[in-house]
């Protein structure tokens, strides 16, 4: 198979992301494996093909992950033919990109359902995956696996709200590792004004009800093809947990990892999803539970491969190769 990994930009790209650990599982199984930022790509007026620098992902015996990423940014970029790779997956996170970068936020959706058009089989499917980078995706899923929720841009809708249902959590409609997540006990917060402006700079805001058991953190929850990502007969899952008084638990904000017990109400979720997500082409997908309830789906690169490896001692990323190889020979 020989496929591409699309990534903001190849130089920034780090050895402990899960697109390294994809790339190195992809590298490992004797795949033609190639790193393309989104910067690097150009459409041919005259042949009308799609080509781009690309830096060539090539594994060794007695690599670690950082020498392999390494030597994958030490390398000269190699012009390719995009038209002839069997499989695009879409790495780059968008929303990184939105503030210095606008031009380059849209590009991956958009070089994807191109690529996709022309017989690439294209992870996720482009054509959901600019609506579902977005936490307004979730609404789109039955209300008995989700927060009750609130999408605006009206200061005073969210008062309305916080009236309403009491505790809550207020973040960015489109938002990433924890950047304004602010928790809100109730009616008569007192920074309630200062939260809000802080989260509408960033656009719409999703204020959700507090789901009981958020303060012992989250579940993040890898589903493959609709169903939960495994290797070996472990489940790709884990908890993660908030550090002193921050109550967001994601890693980049400094909550910690700890193993998880995939339970009934987990397997619930998932059942209740898996139709919906293989249906909209979500390959492989991250999702957040707190409490039986699903309080986000990271859609765009989701992350914490490296969580499960610690944990485990598994490698879950060459089933998600092997599963992007059955579906690219399907496609072809």
Request: charged letters at 30%.
């Amino acid at each position: 198979m020989r496929l591409a990994f699309l990534v903001n930009d190849v130089d920034t790209e780090l050895d402990e992301y899960t697109t390294t650990r994809l790339a190195r599982a992809a590298a490992r199984g004797g795949h033609e494996t190639w790193y393309v930022g989104v910067g690097d790509l150009e459409h041919g007026s005259s042949d009308g093909q799609f080509a781009a620098m690309a830096r060539a992902a090539r594994w060794k015996s007695d690599d670690t992950l950082a020498s392999f990423m390494e030597r994958i940014k030490a390398r000269d970029a190699e012009r390719i033919i995009m038209d002839d790779l069997d499989a695009l997956v879409l790495r780059n996170e968008s929303i990184d990109d939105l503030q210095e970068r606008p031009w380059a936020s849209p590009m991956g959706v958009v070089f994807g359902q191109m690529l996709a058009e022309r017989g690439v089989t294209v992870v996720n499917d482009p054509n959901t995956l600019h609506r579902a980078t977005s936490k307004l995706y979730l609404e789109e899923f039955p209300e008995k696996v989700r927060p009750r929720s609130l999408v605006t841009r009206n200061p005073e809708a969210i008062e309305r709200f916080v009236d309403e249902v009491g505790h809550c959590v207020v973040k960015p409609l489109y938002g990433a590792k924890g950047r304004n997540v602010f928790m809100i006990e109730g009616p008569g917060e007192t920074n309630l004004a200062q939260m809000t402006e802080a989260v509408l700079q960033d656009g719409y805001a999703i204020i959700q009800e507090f789901i009981d058991g958020a303060k012992d953190g989250d579940a993040r929850i890898f589903l493959l093809e609709g169903r939960i990502l495994e290797r070996d007969g472990t489940p790709a899952a884990f908890r993660r947990v908030p550090t002193g008084n921050d109550p967001r638990a994601n890693i980049s904000t400094g909550g910690r990892s700890v193993p998880l017990e995939v339970g009934e109400d987990e397997l619930g979720i998932v059942e209740a999803m898996g139709g919906k997500l293989v249906a909209d082409g979500m390959f492989l997908v991250g999702i957040d539970v707190i409490g039986g309830h699903v309080v986000e789906i990271n859609a765009e690169s989701p992350g914490g491969f490296q969580s499960i490896e610690r944990l485990y001692d598994i490698d879950i990323a060459e089933t998600v190769i092997e599963a992007l190889e059955r579906r690219a020979n399907q496609g072809s």
